[in-house]
């Protein structure tokens, strides 16, 4: 058990549409930072936010949004998707104090 | 720029010592992280080092040279469970960690 749950868990698109991808965070966790993972590569980063903040942004377009919520629940809305989007997305948390993050499992998306 | 660097993949023995090498480079630079990930699954976190030198946790150790800008994780006793992907990352000024692309590791019998 990870503390920090994602949902869905799998999801199919079409390109073009959008799609909200949602985490919970640990209570506490006032830090959560979005990755992207393309098979076979390493997390990407997306964006961060602290205490419901963009608090730092990767090289990603603007169609890649998000929002925090008081309650360390986030959010990850991706607009127009594209094939390229198809990725395992992460959501990881951690204390503003903290050094370590926790992850959550991902959300499997694959963009047809 | 920032720029890390990992092997794609390593083979051992069941029993073995395996050592992973990533290299980092940063113009700020604050620690360095192990995540072990297995197939499907969210990583989990191994280690952090911010001082140089070696740190032992267990059946894992990792070491840090900032000078070199250069890290490795040290897996003694290799268990078949052991198979996964090791991702190293560093955190700059932002304190936001920066991936390698893994380090998919196969333990055999």
């Known amino acids: 058990e990870t503390g920090v749950t994602q949902s869905p868990t799998h999801l199919i698109k079409t390109r073009g549409q959008q799609v909200t991808l949602r985490c919970s965070s640990q209570?506490?966790?006032?830090?959560v930072s979005w990755y992207q993972q393309a098979l076979g590569q390493g997390p990407q980063f997306i964006f961060q936010?602290?205490?419901?903040?963009?608090?730092g942004r990767g090289n990603f377009p603007p169609r890649f949004s998000g929002l925090q919520f008081p309650n360390y629940s986030s959010e990850l809305n991706v607009n127009a998707l594209e094939l390229d989007d198809s990725a395992l997305y992460l959501c990881?948390?951690?204390?503003?104090?903290?050094?370590?993050?926790?992850f959550g499992s991902g959300t499997r998306l694959t963009v047809v | 720029g920032q720029n890390i660097d990992q092997p794609t993949e390593m083979t051992a023995t069941e029993g073995a010592i395996v050592q992973i090498n990533c290299t980092y480079q940063?113009?700020?630079?604050?620690?360095l992280f192990w995540y072990q990930q297995h197939a499907g699954e969210a990583p989990t976190f191994l280690s952090y080092?911010?001082?140089?030198g070696l740190e032992e946790k267990g059946r894992f150790s990792s070491f840090l040279s900032r000078s070199k800008g250069y890290s490795y994780l040290l897996l003694k006793e290799l268990q078949m469970k052991d198979s996964a992907s090791y991702l190293c990352?560093?955190?700059?000024?932002?304190?936001?960690?920066?991936f390698g692309r893994g380090t998919s590791l196969i333990v055999h019998p």
């Open positions: 936010y602290y205490r419901e903040e963009e608090n």
């Open positions: 940063t113009s700020g630079f604050n620690g």
């Open positions: 080092n911010v001082l140089d």
């Open positions: 209570s506490g966790h006032n830090t």
């Open positions: 990881a948390s951690s204390r503003e104090s903290d050094y370590g993050y926790t």
């Open positions: 990352a560093f955190t700059g000024g932002s304190y936001i960690p920066t």
